[in-house]
Antibody, heavy 117, light 109 residues
Framework: QVQLVESGGGLVKPGGSLRLSCAASGFTFSDYYMSWIRQAPGKGLEWVSYISSSNNYTNYADSVKGRFTISRDNAKNSLYLQMNSLRAEDTAVYYC??????????WGQGTLVTVSS | EIVMTQSPATLSVSPGERATLSCRASQSVSSNLAWYQQKPGQAPRLLIYGASTRATGLPARFSGSGSGTEFTLTISSLQSEDFAVYYCQQYNNWPRPWTFGQGTKVEIK
């Protein structure tokens, strides 16, 4: 069955960096678009970024553009999110999600990122 | 950016009753609208896509309707497992950015 498992979250100081990973299994990863979506504590969902199946197209929310970079390694069935210049408002659970066409139909369980001094 | 507005923020319903949730888009999203259910501590679960198509395995008591700017999720007879937060999401003009509504919490009356 489809499994998406995020890792790499944790506590980081403002201005710091963190790299999230998402390990995929149970489907042909290279056939699917992938996305990161986040949820601040007690708040709603916010789309962060997505990447095409062949790694040649990416898009970002304005709130993270220039600070976050999405990437993937189809040989390793893995998705990544490099987060730089982190701010307190980036504190959230980060979910990875997969789809052939939107909307995303499979989601991981999320990894918590806390930005605090 | 397309703004999605859900109402009400909280809906109190007795088990077995009907629940009607609304989602409004600030501009037309055609039928590019999805609904998700989220329970505490869990990831969102896709319920409806294309405004009215049920995801695989979704019970028939869930139905979606609407197009353009006005959408509705109806749960015909609430079961105990349906008490959760529901989000709508637009994905119009893919790959332009997606946006989500702020959520409707369906609670036990």
């Amino acid at each position: 069955q489809v499994q998406l498992v995020e890792s790499g979250g944790g506590l980081v100081k403002p201005g710091g960096s963190l790299r999230l990973s998402c390990a995929a299994s149970g489907f042909t990863f290279s056939d699917y678009y992938m996305s990161w979506i986040r949820q601040a504590p007690g708040k709603g969902l916010e789309w962060v970024s997505y990447i095409s199946s062949s790694n040649n197209y990416t898009n970002y929310a304005d709130s993270v553009k220039g600070r976050f970079t999405i990437s993937r390694d189809n040989a390793k069935n893995s998705l990544y999110l490099q987060m730089n210049s982190l701010r307190a408002e980036d504190t959230a659970v980060y979910y990875c999600a997969s789809f052939r066409m939107p909307p995303p139909d499979y989601w991981g369980q999320g990894t918590l990122v806390t930005v605090s001094s | 950016e397309i703004v999605m507005t859900q109402s009400p923020a909280t809906l109190s319903v007795s088990p077995g009753e009907r629940a009607t949730l609304s989602c409004r888009a600030s501009q037309s999203v055609s039928s590019n609208l999805a609904w998700y259910q989220q329970k505490p501590g869990q990831a969102p679960r896709l319920l409806i896509y294309g405004a009215s198509t049920r995801a695989t395995g979704l019970p028939a008591r869930f139905s979606g309707s609407g197009s353009g700017t006005e959408f509705t999720l109806t749960i015909s007879s609430l079961q105990s497992e349906d008490f959760a937060v529901y989000y709508c999401q637009q994905y119009n003009n893919w790959p332009r950015p997606w946006t989500f509504g702020q959520g409707t919490k369906v609670e036990i009356k």
